[in-house]
């Protein structure tokens, strides 16, 4: 028997979440999928599930889940403190994220406000398991798509599990390598499609400016407040494609960055995109955080991207490859 997961408490917005539906953008689809995929990854490889299994990915808030059925393994990716509830009289216990963690039926799961970063997955032995859609278990919220429903989790909620283990070696990723997934720095990006539509000064105060994320922001795109760019041609253009990480500017001046869940075309002049490789460290963000970008060729681009992907490899690869860790107890006898 495979474990359920009964959500007591929904947080701000959790959805499931797996590697994304791509190769549907020309029928107006966007890829959706986790904000940071590499997270997804190493949540699934620390409880041993494939790569692109399905997932929770939850925002900034948290929220509370109780296991149903079966025992299941657990593994959160994120900068939030978990606890285990009682059973009978056993007190709650604290699990360290980045880790994998064994949970037994009637245990209820909270996963805290998230201290740094937006989103945490939580991975399950076996994944989430949805009916695909398209090839995908990903939720697109604005088109009932995917998912559970195609909407976020609601108190209620009883999530079916895959088949996966119930007992699993113990795995860990350090401290200092679940840093690096808010690390700091420049966020790189490549001129144009439209530069031509910007006078050099605007895109050297494009580049030397301090934005700041607005609380609007979401899955469809951030959005950012500081210095205004002004269009040299017009802030119009014939509607084309809009890829991950475009930087729009609309009339008002100020950069608009699409992200997963985007449209896919648009009309705006796109001042740079921003390169595959910060997308995710992009999609950490807190509102208000300040941010600065710095403009790569297509080469150096290529290169962050190898970068990343080899980093992110090479770590669901370690976690893999030791089948001698010990295996872990139950967390209540």
């Keep these: 028997m495979s474990a359920r997961l009964l959500v007591e408490a929904p947080g701000m917005l959790t959805t499931v979440q797996d590697l994304g539906r791509p190769g549907h953008e020309h029928m107006g689809v966007p890829p959706s999928g986790a904000m940071d995929p590499g997270a997804l990854r190493v949540a699934n490889a620390l409880i041993g599930n494939a790569p692109d299994a399905a997932a929770l990915e939850f925002t900034l808030l948290g929220g509370r889940l109780r296991v149903l059925g079966a025992d299941c393994v657990i593994a959160f990716a994120g900068g939030a ?42 991975a399950v032995g076996g994944g989430i398991a949805v009916t695909p859609v398209l090839g995908s278990a990903s939720t697109l919220t604005r088109a009932r798509l995917g998912g559970l429903d195609g909407r976020a989790l609601a108190r209620g909620d009883l999530l079916a599990t895959g088949a996966g283990r119930r007992r699993s070696p113990r795995r860990w990723l350090t401290a200092r390598e679940a840093q690096w997934f808010y690390r700091d720095g420049p966020i790189g990006v490549v001129l144009g499609p439209q530069q031509d539509h910007f006078a050099p000064g605007e895109i050297a105060r494009f580049l030397g400016a301090t934005y700041h994320l607005a609380p609007q922001s979401d899955r469809m795109g951030l959005r950012l407040t500081g210095p205004a ?21 609309p009339g008002a001046g100020q950069p608009l960055i699409a992200m997963n869940d985007r449209q896919t075309t648009g009309g705006y002049p796109k001042i740079a995109t921003v390169i595959s490789a910060d997308l995710p460290r992009l999609a950490q963000m807190r509102p208000g955080q300040p941010l600065r970008f710095e403009a790569l060729e297509p080469a150096q681009a290529v290169r962050r991207w190898r970068d990343y992907s080899d980093w992110i490899s090479a770590r669901e690869t370690a976690l893999r490859a030791d089948p001698n860790f010990p295996i872990f107890p139950l967390l209540y006898p």
Aim: with cysteine; charged share 10%; glycine share 12%.
């Design 81 to 122: 403190a978990l606890h285990v509830g009682a059973i009978g009289t056993s007190p709650a216990r604290a699990l360290a994220p980045w880790q994998s963690h064994r949970v037994p039926a009637g245990a209820s799961l909270t996963i805290g406000p998230l201290e740094c970063g937006v989103r945490g997955y939580l």
């Design 229 to 249: 760019i002004a269009h040299a041609r017009g802030a119009d253009i014939i509607t084309d494609p809009i890829a991950a990480g475009s930087i729009q500017i």
